[in-house]
């Protein structure tokens, strides 16, 4: 038998993996944020605040996003620290970093 995820409430169990995503095979499988509540909105920046990717309106049942380590552009993210930022769709939000290293 098989699980169903439950979609989850709240932002306190969001988190990501790997951390740090370190060569090329990790960077390949990107990184996972998951416990998502269904509605969450995601952005990730880099160092200099400069908007790198966004996800929006996540509408899964997983609750679970993947970001490719790309920037919107589709180039390879730099090595360095992300912040990603996580909105509920209720005003809240949660702040969690990322280390990529190529």
Known sequence: ???TPTPVLGLSGVHLFPNPAVGGEALSKGV???HLPIGATIDIYDLALEKVRSFTAVDTSSGTVKWDCRNTAGENAASGVYFVVVY?????RKILKAALVR
């Open 32 to 34: 996972t944020i998951n």
């Open 1 to 3: 038998m098989t699980a």
């Open 88 to 92: 509920d769709g209720n005003g809240n």
